[in-house]
């Protein structure tokens, strides 16, 4: 079974650093378009980032800010989040797809999330 596990989520004072994890089992990531993405109470997943073997996206709000990352051997992919604001608190998702980057409705796989509080 293709499962992604998130991890690394967790309160936060502004300006502080996060560093989450996709850990993913049946399948290898090397192989997959993997994107984060950012759920807010009442709205749908918003993409954050993703990476491809052609390059990685960042969303504007968070350009500069934060990183993506994998580590092949380990199949996992990390976000790397420094000087976090208020605005960035949500639930934050993993998700694959085989080829390409896609918003929330086009990726295929997800993991159940992992939550980001940062406090003002």
């Known amino acids: 079974q293709l499962q992604l596990v998130e991890s690394g989520g967790g309160l936060v004072q502004l300006g502080g650093s996060l560093r989450l994890s996709c850990a993913a089992s049946?399948?290898?990531?090397?192989?997959?378009?993997i994107g984060w993405f950012r759920q807010v109470p009442g709205g749908v997943p918003v993409q954050i980032s993703c990476g491809t073997n052609a390059g990685t996206s960042y969303e504007r709000s968070v350009e500069g800010r934060f990183a993506i990352s994998r580590d092949n051997a380990k199949n996992t992919v990390f976000l790397q989040m420094n000087s976090l604001k208020p605005e960035d608190t949500g639930t934050y998702y993993c998700?694959?797809?085989?080829?390409?980057?896609?918003?929330?409705?086009?990726?295929?796989?997800w993991g159940k999330g992992t939550p980001v509080t940062v406090s003002r």
């Open positions: 049946g399948f290898s990531l090397a192989n997959y378009a």
């Open positions: 998700a694959a797809h085989p080829r390409w980057c896609s918003t929330w409705n086009g990726m295929d796989y």
